[in-house]
């Protein structure tokens, strides 16, 4: 640890720790006093153990803490905070200025977006990098550690997809949930067979994607040339989920596809909640 710059000051209005940016004051009871000289301060800088027993204690009591030695309580105290996950989903579709961060998350106040990755940058599960290719621009992206946490999210995400019921009214559908939604129910090595690209409009939204192997890209935006297009209307939950059937899309008044309709099918097959 470096040399610390915080002071603790002893005198007749009690204990005073100092630092750059705060001053933390505990009063001195009446009998102690007499054991203090009248006009003195007992100023020192603080031993590094020391301020490792007050970081410690201050952590504590400025964020919810478990009190269990248990790895599912760390990982709940390093990204489980409110909006703690839904910005390592927002992440995990890759890196985002702090803006584009804010607008994916739009209840989400700019304070507390702040407060979160500071958190999580102290957790080394995020990092701020700046742009070798844009002036004075820093876009925030997972650390390897934080990218580990790709896997528990999409598992995380069909288990709470399998409750869903229709949105609310308030509700918002992003195209960072869009897209790890595809991601997430994907059915990887089941369907290893499928090579395919597709393009998917949900309302105002568009992304792509690419299946071959048993794995998936998803990304942001159009591809005019993919071998499959879809609209899917109200039948997009029944899509990733895999209860969706094919004759029964083609017949829906609002599912619209184009492209090879034989892939329609292998499209289905592709996507599960289990």
């Known amino acids: 640890m470096t040399e610390s710059k915080w002071k603790l000051v002893v005198d007749r209005q009690g204990v005073t720790i100092t630092g750059d940016k705060f001053q933390l004051t505990a009063a001195t009871g009446g009998a102690g006093d007499a054991d203090l000289l009248d006009g003195q301060a007992d100023v020192a800088m603080m031993d590094p153990a020391a301020i490792d027993g007050i970081i410690s204690e201050l952590q504590h009591l ?20 409110r909006w703690g996950m839904l910005i390592i ?6 890196p985002k200025r702090f803006g584009e961060l804010s607008e994916g998350l739009p209840l989400l106040s700019p304070d507390i977006l702040s407060a979160r990755l500071k ?3 102290h957790f080394g599960v995020v990092q701020a990098v700046a742009s070798t290719t844009e002036e004075s621009v820093v876009r925030y992206e997972l650390t390897d550690y934080g990218q ?26 992003t195209v960072n949930g869009l897209v790890m939604s595809l991601r997430s129910c994907f059915r990887g090595d089941a369907v290893a067979d499928v ?28 591809m005019p040339e993919a071998q499959l297009c879809m609209e899917p209307g109200e ?6 989920s895999g209860m969706a059937c094919a004759d029964d899309l083609r017949a829906a008044q609002d599912f619209h596809h184009s492209g090879d309709d034989a892939l329609l099918e292998d499209f289905l097959r592709c996507f599960s909640f289990d």
């Open 195 to 222: 090579a395919m690209s597709f393009q998917m409009t949900v309302g105002d939204m568009v992304v792509c994607g690419v299946m071959a192997g048993g794995q998936i890209t998803v990304n942001d935006g159009p």
């Open 62 to 81: 400025n964020r919810r803490t478990y009190g269990q030695y248990c790895g599912l309580s760390n990982a709940a105290e390093m990204v489980g905070e």
């Open 89 to 94: 989903r927002d992440l995990l579709v890759g």
């Open 119 to 121: 958190e999580m940058q």
């Open 235 to 240: 039948h997009y939950k029944a899509i990733v």
């Open 148 to 173: 580990e946490l790709d896997e528990v999210m999409r598992a995380f995400g069909r288990w709470g997809a399998r409750s869903l019921s229709a949105p609310r009214p308030d509700e918002v559908f």
